[in-house]
């Protein structure tokens, strides 16, 4: 699956990965409130993982 939005066009946004990363989770959190689920829900998952992924390497340096 793609990305919703990729690394690219957070930067044009001017949004910082953690920034993303919390919007995502609250997105997320209020899917699982209405127990709704489908491909984009699923691909927000992946997308929260993926930014977890970069801001960890990113504290790592």
């Given amino acids: 699956m793609d990305s919703i ?3 690219n066009e957070q930067m044009e946004f ?3 990965p953690e ?3 919390a919007r995502y989770q609250i ?3 209020e ?3 209405l127990q709704y689920t489908d ?3 699923l691909q927000i998952k992946e997308d ?3 930014l977890q992924a970069l801001i ?3 504290g790592g340096r």
């Fill in 5 to 7: 939005i990729g690394v």
């Fill in 48 to 50: 929260i993982k993926k």
């Fill in 56 to 58: 960890a390497k990113k």
């Fill in 39 to 41: 491909e984009y829900v």
């Fill in 14 to 16: 001017g949004a910082t």
């Fill in 27 to 29: 997105c997320l959190s």
């Fill in 19 to 21: 920034a993303q990363l």
């Fill in 31 to 33: 899917f699982e409130q």
